[in-house]
């Protein structure tokens, strides 16, 4: 059993102990979600197989089963880990090591990329380097160790723009060594995605819908989901803090967010928390991306506000005829707890050294192959003919990612976090690790990578995954000095 889950045990049952002085009513009262509040989007779990604290053993199965995700009593034909859309959550702290006994249970090949995670590039599920795909009927072993605190997550890295699509991905949360700053609200991990269900049938859509425009665009699928479900209600106490922590885990659909009367502060990204608080009207999650933000949910008693999606203008056409959609209710009950400061964060970053940093330009490229199709690519060279760019263990690089396209990508680097920059070179403020970050549509994003160990041929793409499928990937071949 991870520690994690121990520790929560242990709570549980000593907030059951405590109920003797509940009688006592001079005892002040500690403030409290509503029972159950977040039930209706509570993900799955999964038995830990293994007694030693410091290790998550579990199996997981790629396969399909049948689900009424339209609430219409028809049956959509998911591709889930173990059988629950999303996969189950998987939960350890800072340097446990995770097992995982991999099945694949499904019509093809696939293979399990846990994105975010500082992985052995040996586990990074990235074919054709890391290791072959996993046929149907075959199994795979991942083995490694966590080192960062943060909301990570899992999905195929093979076919992933249709396996992410059908349904395949999970969250994985690695708490802190250290334990983090109590009253930061309560935790409701958010799995964010699409799909493209036919609502008469209840028939997951073909991935390959829409062929080479449907592509190029990036599809999205019409129906948005929290945590697999669709617009689910989250119970809050009024004025009491929740944290939520927040996946895109869609394939294309960028994730704008409002709660209409509210901000959020956000704490955290794709890792660890920030020096301090970062108040925000909305919050913009591009695919792949994560977000910590705390909430204090206010309003009437009895009242309901809705987290909304909104259009996000991604380049050409991404706008136009759309409509803001509701993703989440927040009903809101109780009387209205007093605001307090939210606690210190004591998170933050330095700054990378850049002293004697190599540079590294690429481009994100569209062109057309002599027989017309459509190639999406790096430097104008589909993944399938790139050669790697070239690095060593220990160096750091600045990379200047420019985009020639009509459309905003966002770009994701396997295995390393990097630190933005801006166009003059100063770092981005406040100085956070990403793995995912957007580069705007005829525009350029810059950061700075360190390889820190880990040697191996890395992938780098845009993480819109028809694009990805499309050609535009490319690999970093990290050797030891
Ligand atoms: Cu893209």
Redesign the pocket.
């Known amino acids: 059993m991870a520690f994690a889950t121990w520790i929560r045990h242990v709570a549980l049952a000593s907030s059951i102990a405590a109920c003797a002085s509940c009688g006592d009513d001079t005892a002040p009262e500690t403030p409290s979600q509503p029972e159950g509040f977040a039930d209706e989007i509570a993900l799955a779990t999964v038995t830990d197989l293994d007694p030693d604290p410091s290790v998550l053993e579990v199996e997981i199965e790629a396969r399909t089963v049948d689900l009424d995700i339209l609430g219409l009593g028809l049956p959509t034909t998911v591709w889930t880990y173990n059988g629950s859309l999303p996969g189950p959550l998987l939960r350890l702290r800072a340097g446990d090591r995770l097992i995982v006994h991999f099945k694949n249970s499904l019509p093809q090949a696939t293979t399990v990329h846990w994105h975010g995670v500082r992985v052995p590039q040996a586990m990074d599920g990235s074919p054709p380097h890391s290791q072959a795909p996993v046929e149907p009927g075959d199994t795979f072993d991942y083995d490694f160790v966590v080192p960062d605190p943060g909301l990570f997550w899992f999905h195929p890295h093979e076919a992933s723009a249709a396996q992410l699509g059908y349904g395949l991905y999970g969250a994985l949360v690695v708490d802190p060594a250290e334990p983090e700053p109590e009253g930061l609200g309560d935790e409701v991990v958010m799995v964010l995605s699409d799909m493209s269900i036919d609502q008469t049938t209840g028939a997951m859509v073909p991935a390959d819908q829409g062929g080479e425009l449907g592509a190029l665009f990036?599809r999205e699928g019409g129906v948005l989901l929290v945590n697999g479900k669709q617009h689910p209600t989250l119970h809050a106490r009024r004025g009491l803090r929740q944290r939520w922590r927040i996946v895109n885990a869609a394939k294309s659909r960028y994730f704008r967010l409002a709660l209409p009367g509210h901000t959020f502060e956000r704490i955290g990204g794709d890792t660890g928390l920030l020096v301090a608080p970062i108040v925000q009207n909305e919050i913009l999650l591009m695919p792949g991306q994560r977000a910590d933000v705390v909430v204090r949910p206010m309003g009437e008693d009895g009242e309901r506000v809705t987290l909304t999606w909104l259009p996000y203008d991604r380049g050409y056409g991404s706008v136009e005829f759309r409509e803001p959609a509701p993703l989440l209710d927040v009903a809101l009950a109780g009387d209205t707890v007093e605001p307090d400061a939210l606690p210190a964060l004591g998170g933050g970053v330095a700054p990378l050294d850049l002293a004697g940093a190599t540079q590294v330009s690429i481009a994100?490229t569209q062109h057309n192959a002599p027989d017309g199709s459509l190639v999406?690519g790096i430097n104008g060279v589909p993944f399938q003919d790139a050669e790697p760019i070239a690095a060593e263990v220990g160096e750091t690089q600045i990379w200047t990612v420019t985009n020639e396209?009509e459309?905003?990508?966002?770009f994701h680097l396997h295995g390393f976090f990097f630190q933005r920059l801006d166009e003059s070179g100063a770092f981005v403020e406040p100085v956070e690790w990403l793995d995912t970050a957007d580069v705007p549509e005829k525009g350029s994003m810059r950061f700075a990578v360190r390889y820190d160990a880990r040697p191996g041929m890395w992938m780098f793409h845009?993480?819109?995954l028809?694009?990805?499928d499309l050609g535009?990937m490319g690999m970093v071949d990290v050797r030891q000095r």
């Open positions: 990036g994100l999406l396209m459309w905003a990508h966002p845009c993480h819109i028809d694009h990805a535009m």
